[in-house]
């Protein structure tokens, strides 16, 4: 791709907050029947019937959930909206609707929120949501995104993380560890440039991992997978800040315990890999990596026969009585306690 040394650069400032709006939001259509009113009033009018309504809300901080070094704001825009619509996929329902605040410093011209909002765009058809509102503002430095998602569901869909049970199967979709793995690369791909800005990177080993930190995607399919199955899952979470934290997350929301067997994780052919390549144990990002966004539950064992062989679920573990604790069976069959090593406990350090 050629890089256009002299892209257009149109100041926000030129069209007023609401010009601003107005030309953002310009391609944003309206699918659900819930949604009464979407932008264009003070506030936007939904309507449920009888169905109940889950709501979630995500804030993205630039150098701090994302560097724009090697991410797209186009790539940004459309992760913004999958990290929200997980949290709904979360609960076992189906997104609706999404309202989107943006943030900005001067740095960045009218294209650079195109770019964004493109993403946006993009995720809203890919997810059939609706964007229904949201905010804009200035920024004293770097770009703040906050998107809120809303989903909706009948009362015996939803489910919670507190509903685990003693003996229960613990099942995980996809494949876990990618995103953390594609994240490494770009940052030493980035550290690279630093020092050369004339190296080209070759990124062809590592495409899927990269795609999977760039570009990840929300498990809306598993709710209908499920359903297909007849299996309603006794709790279930998303992977987001890393295997570990969300599997203490269930135990400790539902009194239980669990055990997660090494050998059961799937881990695909190009993270074991590029784990090689940086001398990194595959265990250790599988289980405290996140960002995956793939979805973690817990079925009745009485379900095993009918979710065994299904190549988009992988049974990684089953729970036990909570005086048994939290741990990793390793290939060597001994114990490690479990503990959370992932995004929140490097934050607080």
């Not at 150098?63 to 992760?79: I, R």
């Not at 993270?271 to 289980?287: G, R, S, Y």
């Not at 539950?297 to 992988?314: H, L, S, V």
């Amino acid at each position: 791709m050629i890089e256009d040394k002299n892209p257009q650069r149109t100041s926000i400032s030129q069209l007023g907050e609401f010009g601003l709006i107005a030309h953002l939001t310009k391609n944003f259509k309206i699918n659900h029947p819930s949604t009464l009113k979407g932008i264009g009033d003070d506030a936007a009018v939904l309507d449920f019937a009888d169905k109940k309504i889950v709501v979630s809300t995500d804030l993205l901080i630039e150098g701090v959930h994302f560097d724009l070094a090697y991410m797209p704001l186009k790539h940004l825009g459309y992760k913004a909206v999958v990290v929200n619509v997980s949290d709904i996929c979360a609960m076992n329902a189906k997104a609706t609707q999404i309202t989107v605040s943006v943030a900005v410093s001067n740095r960045f011209p009218l294209e650079a929120l195109e770019e964004l909002f493109d993403g946006i765009t993009i995720a809203s058809k890919e997810y059939n949501i609706d964007v229904i509102g949201g905010d804009t503002t200035t920024s004293q430095k770097g770009m703040i995104i906050s998107i809120t998602a809303i989903g909706e569901a009948d009362a015996n869909e939803l489910v919670y993380r507190n509903g685990a049970k003693e003996t229960n199967l613990l099942v995980v979709s996809g494949d876990i560890g990618a995103a953390y793995m594609g994240l490494q690369v770009l940052e030493r791909e980035k550290q690279v440039f630093q020092v050369n800005p004339n190296s080209q990177p070759d990124l062809e080993a590592y495409t899927y991992l990269i795609e999977r930190q760039l570009r990840p995607e929300a498990r809306k399919d598993v709710r209908t997978l499920l359903h297909a199955l007849e299996i309603k899952p006794t709790a279930m979470i998303d992977i987001s800040d890393g295997l570990s934290s969300e599997i203490i997350h269930i135990c400790k929301q539902s009194k239980v315990g669990c055990n997660l067997y090494e050998d059961k994780l799937p881990l695909d052919p190009q993270l074991i890999n590029v784990c090689e390549e940086f001398n990194i144990d595959a265990t250790t990002v599988a289980i405290n990596g996140g960002e995956d966004y793939e979805l973690l539950f817990t079925i009745a064992i009485e379900d095993f026969e009918k979710i065994k062989g299904n190549p988009n679920f992988t049974i990684i573990g089953h729970m036990t009585q909570e005086s048994e604790g939290i741990h990793l069976v390793t290939r060597a069959n001994t114990k490690i306690p479990l503990k959370a090593r992932g995004w929140d406990s490097i934050a607080e350090e």
